[in-house]
């Protein structure tokens, strides 16, 4: 597929897409940095707020998307805005910065969780409805896939990451179930590993309104792409780039995730450790304030628009010289 097949055929409806927008407060001459840059929606966005002085940095690790927004990147190039893609996992941004002298920025942006594109494109082996190679890799590049994990996992490891990161209650059962079936053949296609754990589950947790793989599928692609470590990560090191006054907003789209965000984001408001009934001697500064006492959701018109928006929860952190409130 040539370069504008890929650009034309990369759908990606951008979540919470305005909100995104006013939660970043963009200057048009400011920087900033699009943590998951997939289709190009969020980025292409910032852009179009930037005028010849702005900088936007879009950073992914799947080539496909890599590839699209370098295509979107360079038309806008001919408008006078400066957007430079680089392949890297979002935890990486400081290193990024700073590879770019880059001290400061004035907003950071993360879309998390996979891609519409990569759900949809049945060979990236994400999707648990159409059939594809165990795969799960936002990089492929890197070497382990959902196949290492289903296929070579021991029963109490596939145990823990289904109930860890799927919140999967019949974890055992499953793991269980795979270890012992996976004797006989190994699991190669995502259909197939999807039928297998319906039927190791009790009938009345078959018929349930979500399809029954779906959590043991987020937790295999959670641990193929370490994406809970690089979620803290990101969180950690990227509000200390922020400017005064700089943004940092984050979409997740499971509780996993937004509990880290909301966790990270209160601990950056006030990192004091000591007792609350005891003046502070720890030394820990408040690097700013939430902004969302509540996450943001999506408005009736985008539910009916997006399906991809129900579960979708903004929160927003905001840099400021320690002050919270």
């Known amino acids: 597929m040539d370069r504008d097949s890929k650009v034309e055929t990369f759908t990606h409806i951008p979540v919470l897409f305005n909100e995104c927008m006013e939660a970043l407060n963009i200057k048009p001459d400011g920087i900033y940095v699009d943590c998951t840059a997939g289709g190009g929606g969020h980025s292409g966005g910032i852009a179009d707020r930037l005028n010849e002085k702005g900088l936007l940095i879009s950073l992914d690790k799947d080539d496909e998307a890599i590839e699209v927004c370098e295509a979107k990147a360079k038309a806008k190039a001919e408008e006078g805005k400066t957007w430079k893609i680089v392949k890297s996992d979002f935890s990486e941004i400081t290193t990024v910065l700073d590879d770019m002298n880059i001290d ?23 999707s648990y409805a159409v059939d594809g190679p165990l795969d799960m890799r936002m990089d492929e590049t890197q070497k382990v ?4 994990v289903v296929n070579t996992y021991d029963a109490r490891r596939l145990e823990e990451i289904f109930r860890l990161y799927g919140e999967e209650r019949y974890a055992g059962r499953i793991a269980s179930g795979i270890v012992r079936d996976r004797q006989e053949k190994p699991f190669t296609s995502t259909v197939e590993l999807a039928k297998a754990i319906a039927s190791y589950m009790p009938g009345k947790a078959r018929y349930e309104d979500q399809h029954p793989a779906r959590r043991c599928f987020q937790a295999i692609r959670i641990e193929v792409n370490h994406e809970l470590d690089s979620v803290r990560t990101l969180l950690q090191e990227g509000p200390k780039r922020l400017s005064e006054g700089g943004r940092m907003a984050v979409i ?3 509780s996993l995730e937004d509990r880290i965000v909301k966790e990270e984001f209160r601990t950056l408001q006030d990192p004091c ?7 502070c001697v720890c030394g820990k500064k408040s690097l700013g304030r939430v902004i969302t006492r509540k996450p943001i959701t999506a408005c009736d018109e985008e539910l009916k628009m997006n399906n991809r928006s129900h579960s979708a929860k903004l929160r927003i952190f905001e840099r400021t010289d320690g002050r919270t409130n």
């Open 104 to 126: 400061k920025v004035d907003g950071i942006l993360a879309d998390l969780g996979v891609s519409s594109h990569q759900i949809d494109t049945a060979q990236r082996g994400f």
């Open 145 to 148: 896939s959902a196949y290492e």
């Open 252 to 254: 997740s789209f499971h």
């Open 273 to 279: 450790t000591c007792p609350k009934n005891l003046p």
